[in-house]
């Protein structure tokens, strides 16, 4: 089974968070989705940064990391994939909007 964990600057409050996991499950309803972070200060990159580099090590080999810190959520802004490899194979992925 897939791993989808997300980081966002959502909040817990209202609905983005819930939707975003109803988009992914309709998707692929087979996925597991795990939360790591959905209260990182809005629009905060280091903040983070710093979580996934303090988490991403105790997750299963090929989780995605969905991480969601951006002003422009929704918009045609291109996405960011970064691999993380180990031992010449794919250890863990990670999508970002790309903001520069």
Known sequence: MKTIALITDFGNK??????????????????????????????NILSASFVIEKSFKYFPAETIFLVVVDPGVGSERKILLVTYNEKCRVRSCFLHTYNS
């Open 14 to 43: 209202d609905y983005f968070v819930g939707v975003l996991k109803g988009v992914i499950k309709k998707i692929n309803p087979e996925v597991e989705i795990l939360d790591i972070s959905n209260d990182i200060p809005s629009y």
